[in-house]
């Protein structure tokens, strides 16, 4: 064995050691979450341990060693015994709508741990792991990963950059999101568009329910949910179509492109928001691709291969890959209408 450059070695360990750090940090920063204990410390900082565990409700002890680990990650402001937040740590974990709180990326990396077995074992006999059989509540946790993005970007920016849609959906469009999850997205444009008409679609039962609860509790009479597949979903003659961070989960996309473009109008668009990727796996090494291609490999793929077909597209296929998938269904036009750092916003025509 070749002998190991020291230098190189330390520098990987000290990665190692800080991606330790990360993971340990995820059950802490969960707890921190449901107690509230960032939005109280963003309230009521600088602070001691006593006065936030009496403003929380909590237990002394085992807040001053919470408060230590979040101070040591940075998570947390220290200076002289007291804690706070700073504005940014505040952005990233207090503000539910702040566009980089990432509190559903703990949940989702949480989802991950627990789903392990159950990926393990389709390591070794290559079936899939079906959406609604994965560990935990992960639908929840991936809902509330991706809302921060659709609440700052989907309105103000994704829709705007479509040719021609903002005029229709002001006007009154018929519009389905398929994939719609838990809904997030789907009651985000009705409440932005209220002369327009939205279904969202989902194969996930207790997704469809979860997203008709969330829709009666905004009183919002322009939107309905149903179940069913993006490959044969009732219903047509839509202006638009929406799929959000989905279509790489499929089972057989190239299926739900053909369908989509038939249920579409013939001036109709399909607005398709993937993870943002380069078309080369050489392109995608750096954090946002280890982040994706982590949770593809515990829950895209995994997805995919459980339904139909499973061509298990993964969550960093590039736009190059994504737009031959959209092709196949009959669609002649593809380009990137928008993008974030995390999402590429493809319009398909």
């Known amino acids: 064995m070749t002998q190991p450059d020291e230098t190189i070695l330390n ?7 800080g991606d330790l750090g990360g993971a340990v940090s995820v059950p802490l920063v969960r707890i921190g979450d449901a107690l ?8 009521i900082g600088p602070v001691d341990a006593d006065a936030l565990a009496e403003a929380a409700g909590c237990a002394p ?24 937040l700073t504005p940014e740590q505040a952005l990233v974990f207090a503000e539910p709508d702040s566009p980089v709180n990432l509190i559903g990326a703990f949940d989702t990396a949480a989802a991950m741990a627990e789903n392990q077995a159950k990926v393990q074992a389709a390591f070794t006999t290559g079936r899939g792991v079906a959406w609604g059989d994965q560990a935990g509540c992960m639908f929840c946790a991936v809902a509330r990963l991706f809302r921060p993005g659709y609440v700052n970007a989907l309105v103000q920016d994704w829709l705007p950059a479509l040719d021609g849609v903002l005029d229709k959906l002001k006007a009154g469009a018929a519009v389905a999101d398929v994939g719609c999850g838990h809904g997030l997205s789907t009651i985000l444009m009705a409440q ?35 179940v069913g597949r993006a490959q044969d979903f009732d219903g047509g003659g839509f202006d638009l179509i929406t799929c959000f961070d989905c279509l790489h989960d499929m089972g057989d996309p190239e299926a739900a492109a ?22 080369r796996l050489e392109d995608n090494l750096n954090p946002v691709g280890r982040l994706y291609y982590s949770a593809s490999t515990m829950i895209c793929v995994p997805t995919s291969l459980a339904q139909e077909t499973g061509l298990a597209l993964g969550a960093q296929a590039g736009e190059r890959r994504l737009a031959e998938v959209i092709r196949s269904g009959g669609f002649t036009r593809v380009r990137r209408a928008a993008q974030t ?5 493809l319009e398909a025509t």
């Not at 509230?36 to 309230?43: F, G, K, Q, S, V």
């Open 36 to 43: 509230d204990l960032y939005r109280t410390l963003a309230r």
């Open 192 to 226: 932005a568009f209220p002369a327009s008409r939205f279904t969202g679609y989902d194969f996930h039962p207790a997704s469809i329910a979860a997203a008709t609860a969330h829709a009666r509790a905004h009183g919002l009479p322009n939107l309905r949910f149903e």
């Open 341 to 345: 750092p995390l999402n590429m916003v």
């Open 11 to 17: 520098e990987l360990v000290t990665r190692v050691l």
């Open 258 to 279: 053909a369908h989509i473009r038939r249920a579409l109008k013939d001036d109709g668009t399909w607005m398709v928001v993937e993870p943002m990727a380069g078309d």
């Open 61 to 84: 002890r085992y807040l001053r060693e919470w408060l230590a680990a979040q101070a040591a990650s940075g998570y947390v402001h220290h200076e002289a015994g007291r804690f706070s």
